[in-house]
């Protein structure tokens, strides 16, 4: 049943920090506290979101000014981003399809390695940009080496328009998520101020594209809160079509039905997430199957990278004086078979606890145990987890021991990678070596707070809600009663 107009758990009663917070400012809202009309939750919420996107676009203004040439200010400023290099690099300066098999142009551009929705986005913010600045002749670009291409004056002011193009659209995708997360429990849509005040957000929105995924991961807890199995497939299925890992949400809902016995709303998720899958991917796969494929290969081909524990510890033994390197067939087994054992763990957890576990709380794990092994952890790759974990554990305490280790390790991948950590007898850096084990610690504390949420229910805040109790009450006695007949 929706929340009456009012009827919101206030986080100042409701959540320790935030309650200790208002304290500053008169302490937690009374019974007699007045609402504003205009100023609901959601809304409220928005605004922060809004003004999160656009401090994210702030901090890039170092390397926006300087259109990202200077290699050490997007280093010493941390404000990289991948969008302005993949401009010119992948073609977007000649407005080149992605999926095209032209050989001119394959021969001049990579491919680019990311699933069709990303490259669809990214394409049609080139159009955008190339409109801006007037459509120019593109004629005369197709006679320049590329590298003498991309220092032109013009380009590099399509470079700055393109960024701008894809920031706006990222703050109307972060202020569709916040919006679906907050009507996810709509009793408890201040919850979402955790995603709109993310400094998670705020620090990675702009690095890469990945927040064409996360709307649809909004979406689909959004969706299956209301009911709708169907279109909870398609927002999984548009999702995957950005990023692989919203399929994972596929099994959360698995265990829910299993555990509900709504077999028939399990069959609507995946048919409307495999049809969804494959009405995004056909148009590219049809008119560049090859390029279509890059981004399964160039991830199975991939070895040990930034973020991940497998660079740590290959770095931590080469750094012994011995020669070893993982072999990328070695980590896509030994990553395929913890995460098979982690699912298994999650789907056991799901099954035999003692009440059905939230689609959030599922999902958030098995992502979780997919980013703990993967052979590269890139800074924005929080945002996969961000939408998850401000529903599954709506609490500030948690939220921010979780994203602190995440900054740090932000602020340690940029200074890595512009050299500032090197020791002085050379070698790899062991604090960015314990900035990856300390974002990794960091995880698991939110992992091991989520499952102890799932097998003691009166800790999780949503659970405490007695409509959420007495749902699973009256589902726990048809249950019986159907036994019993």
Request: proline share 6%; with cysteine.
């Amino acid at each position: 049943m929706p929340a009456v107009r009012g009827d919101w758990v206030d986080p100042t009663t409701d959540d320790p920090v935030v309650t200790a917070l208002s304290e500053r400012v008169g302490g937690p809202a009374g019974s007699r506290t007045g609402r504003h009309r205009w100023w609901t939750p959601v809304r409220v919420v928005l605004a922060l979101t809004a003004v999160c996107m656009a401090l994210g676009m702030w901090q890039k203004t170092t390397c926006y000014d300087g259109t990202w040439q200077d290699g050490t200010a997007r280093y010493t400023h941390m404000c990289y981003s991948d969008l302005p290099y993949l401009y010119t690099g992948r073609g977007f300066a000649e407005l080149a399809w992605p999926y095209s098999d032209d050989a001119q142009t394959r021969a001049r551009y990579e491919v680019m390695e990311y699933p069709v929705g990303i490259a669809y986005w990214a394409y049609g913010a080139a159009r955008v940009t190339h409109w801006l600045n007037g459509s120019p002749d593109l004629s005369p670009r197709y006679e320049q080496s590329v590298d003498d291409l991309s220092a032109t004056s013009d380009v590099h002011r399509e470079m700055r328009i393109f960024v701008i193009v894809n920031a706006i659209g990222f703050a109307v995708l972060a202020l569709l998520s916040a919006w679906f997360l907050a009507g996810v429990n709509p009793r408890r849509p201040w919850d979402a101020a955790a995603f709109a005040l993310s400094p998670a957000l705020l620090l990675t929105g702009l690095v890469n594209w990945d927040l064409v995924a996360v709307v649809f991961v909004a979406g689909a807890l959004w969706s299956w809160a209301r009911g709708r199995p169907l279109l909870t497939g398609v927002m999984i299925g548009l999702g995957t079509a950005a990023k692989l890992y919203p399929l994972f949400l596929l099994g959360g809902i698995l265990v829910i039905c299993l555990r509900r016995r709504r077999l028939r709303d399990l069959g609507l998720a995946v048919l409307g997430a495999a049809g969804a899958w494959l009405v995004a991917n056909l148009p590219a796969y049809l008119q560049g199957p090859s390029e279509w494929k890059v981004f399964w290969t160039f991830n199975s081909e991939r070895g040990a990278d930034l973020g991940s524990v497998w660079l740590v510890v290959q770095q931590a033994v080469e750094q012994s004086g011995k020669a070893f390197s993982f072999d990328p067939h070695t980590i896509n087994e030994g990553s395929w078979i913890f995460f098979g054992a982690w699912c298994i763990g999650v789907l056991v957890l799901g099954l035999t606890a003692p009440t059905t576990p939230r689609l959030a709380q599922l999902g958030f794990l098995v992502v979780a145990g997919f980013l703990l092994v993967n052979k590269v952890y890139s800074p924005q790759y929080v945002l996969w987890l961000l939408p998850l974990a401000v529903v599954a554990r709506p609490r500030w305490r948690d939220l921010i021991i979780w994203q602190a280790g995440e900054v740090l390790y932000f602020a340690a991948v940029w200074w890595y990678l512009g050299g500032f950590l090197a020791p002085a007898g050379g070698g790899d850096s062991a604090f960015y070596w314990l900035a990856v084990l300390l974002r990794v610690a960091a995880e698991l504390w939110l992992v091991a707070v989520v499952v102890r949420d799932v097998l003691f229910p009166r800790h999780d805040p949503v659970w405490a809600s007695a409509p959420e109790r007495e749902a699973e009450r009256q589902l726990t006695t048809t249950r019986s009663n159907a036994v019993a007949v």
